[in-house]
C-alpha cells in the first residue's frame, strides 16, 4: 500500500507503536513486488515464462506439447524392419532404440513464437500474402518458406531448407495454416542456387 500514513487516524498519527506495527505489516503484504513479477512473466507474452505462456497458449488455443513423429533411421535392406532410410548417410540418424514417447515438449522461445503465429492465425483473411507472413514469423531464422497454388485443390508449402520433424508439427497440429476446406496441403524442398553456384554464370 502506497502512502500508508494517510490512513492512520490523527489521535494515533505519532503513536510510535502503532505506527511501527502498521509499517511493519504493509512491508509484509505489500503487492507491488508480486505484481510486477505477474505483468512480467504472466501478462506480458513478450517476457512471460514457464505457465505464464502456457495461459497464453490457451487464450489463443495452441499447445506447448506436439506429437512428433518419429525420423527415419539408416538401415540395411537385407535387414530392412520398415525404419531403415532410403538414401544413405545424411538422410537419417543411427537407431538408438525405442523412445519413451513421441511427445515433444518446445522451449518457451519457440513457442512464445508459436503463440504470436496462433494468434495472427486467429486474425488472419486467409490470403496468401497473410499466411506466408505467419509462415516467415514462424521459421525466418531457418531461411524462406512460402505458399503457393499449386491446383485447384492443393495448397504447396514450398521451403529452402530442411524442416525438423518438429516444425512440420508446428504447421500440421497447431492450427496457425489457415487452409480453405477441400484444400489438402503438400510440401515440396525448393532449391535455391546461390550466385556463386549458378550454373552457367562466370564468376569474376
Known sequence: MENVNETI???F?????????????NQAVDPSGLIDL??????????????????????????????VAETGYIGFHEAD???????????GIFYGGQGSTSNFALTDD???????????????????ASINAILMLLFSA?????VEETS???M???????????QAAMIEQTGVLCRPSTISVAYAFAWVPQPDTDFGSDIL
Not at 13 to 25: C, K, L, R, V, Y
Not at 110 to 128: E, H, M, Q, V, W
Open 9 to 11: 487516524l490523527a489521535q
Open 13 to 25: 498519527a505519532n503513536d510510535p507503536s502503532i505506527n511501527t506495527i502498521i509499517e511493519g505489516f
Open 38 to 67: 505477474f505483468y512480467d512473466q504472466v501478462f506480458n507474452p513478450q517476457t512471460a515464462i514457464g505457465w505464464g505462456l502456457d495461459v497464453w497458449g490457451r487464450i489463443v488455443g495452441v499447445g506447448r506439447v506436439l506429437n
Open 81 to 91: 524392419d520398415g525404419t531403415s532410410v532410403i538414401g544413405g548417410f545424411g538422410y
Open 110 to 128: 519457440a513457442f512464445r513464437t508459436l503463440i504470436f503465429a496462433k494468434a495472427a492465425a486467429n486474425i488472419c483473411d486467409g490470403s496468401i
Open 142 to 146: 531457418n531461411g524462406n518458406i512460402w
Open 152 to 154: 485447384e485443390d492443393v
Open 156 to 166: 504447396t508449402i514450398r521451403h529452402n531448407f530442411i524442416m525438423t520433424a518438429v
